[in-house]
């Protein structure tokens, strides 16, 4: 005698296996997205912070500090990306008011987000710093000169995770509106 259908376990344990594969993916995925980010994150501010040391080191010039943050991106690639980043080198010297010079450069990064640290107000200096760049009454300035690198970085996603993230159910509308799967970061090193 035949069992009903509806008193029937066929099918629960592939219908388990199946929820659980699909949540244990999305947190497998969502732990490489993260860690990516991470790291891309601790990597740019690396670069920036070991760029704007050399360049108040006076270290030849701007393009030398640049080759040099090409040639430590090894995992960022920036040598074969060069859409992915922007990369900044600045100087901003004492003066009423203190002048702010970029002097080199590199990567072809084109977001709303990226603006060179000469085109921006007072250099991205806080009032505080911008401070020590003003000259008083006789032409004296508590510091001569600060070094400013700023480089943006376009994360690329590694897994499927991030289409789904933008979607509708997200209220991304595949348009941007959700959750942004490849965000534009950013690292600033004023020395």
Do not use: W
Not at 38 to 63: C, F, K, Q, V
Not at 161 to 175: S, T, Y
């Amino acid at each position: 005698m035949k069992r009903p259908i509806l008193q029937s376990n066929q099918g629960v344990v592939a219908l388990e296996f199946l929820m659980m594969f699909l949540i244990f993916s999305v947190l497998a995925f969502g732990v490489v997205e993260f860690g990516a980010r991470i790291h891309e994150r601790n990597m740019i501010t690396h670069l920036a912070r070991e760029g704007a040391s050399l360049y108040s080191r006076d270290i030849d010039t701007a393009t030398a500090v640049v080759a040099i943050i090409k040639d430590a991106s090894y995992s960022l690639d920036f040598e074969n990306k060069p859409t992915d980043y922007a990369l900044f080198v600045a100087r901003a010297t004492a003066g009423n008011p203190p002048v702010c010079v970029s002097t080199g450069g590199g990567g072809t990064l084109a977001e709303p987000e990226v603006v060179a640290p000469d085109t921006a107000t007072n250099c991205g200096l806080t009032p505080a710093l911008l401070a020590y760049l003003q000259q008083d009454g006789a032409g004296i300035a508590q510091m001569q000169q600060f070094s400013v690198v700023r480089i943006y970085y376009k994360h690329t996603p590694l897994t499927p995770l991030a289409g789904l993230l933008d979607n509708d159910l997200f209220g991304g509308g595949g348009g941007g509106g959700g959750i942004d799967p490849d965000p534009v970061m950013v690292a600033t090193a004023i020395y």
